[in-house]
């Protein structure tokens, strides 16, 4: 019984930055438990792993966004967040936010959980 809402999806220009948020909850629900992680799913395309992290805080990113994203976590209020930098317009997207109980994966079908996702446009 976990939710998650993405927030601060949006239009930008191609080199620009943008931030995602990602608020878990739930009654039961310690975002210490879990890896969390984002995808990402263009129109006809197939949904893509993009960065996750560990309760801990290590973190494994695509090679698409490696060096031009940041995922980081604040557990104490069940936030995550997805910084993106150097934007180009193939990360235009819908963005989700999961969630994974037994550790991490890049796997979209390990993750327990999803957001309803968030929508970020990246002009040409």
């Known amino acids: 019984q976990v939710q998650l809402v993405e927030s601060g999806g949006g239009l930008v220009q191609a080199g620009g930055s943008l931030s995602l948020s990602c608020a878990a909850s739930?009654?039961?629900?310690?975002?210490?438990?879990?890896?969390m992680g984002w995808f990402r799913q263009a129109p006809g395309k197939e949904r893509e792993f993009v960065a996750a992290?560990?309760?801990?805080?290590?973190?494994v990113y695509a090679d698409s966004v490696k060096g031009r994203f940041a995922i980081s976590r604040d557990n104490t209020k069940n936030l995550v967040f997805l910084r993106m930098n150097s934007l180009k317009p193939e990360d235009t997207a819908i963005y989700y936010c999961?969630?994974?109980?037994?550790?991490?994966?890049?796997?979209?079908?390990?993750?327990?959980?999803w957001g309803q996702g968030t929508q970020v446009t990246v002009s040409s």
């Open positions: 999961a969630a994974r109980w037994n550790g991490i994966s890049v796997s979209t079908s390990a993750y327990d959980y």
């Open positions: 739930g009654r039961t629900f310690s975002i210490n438990a879990y890896a």
């Open positions: 992290i560990r309760s801990g805080g290590s973190t």
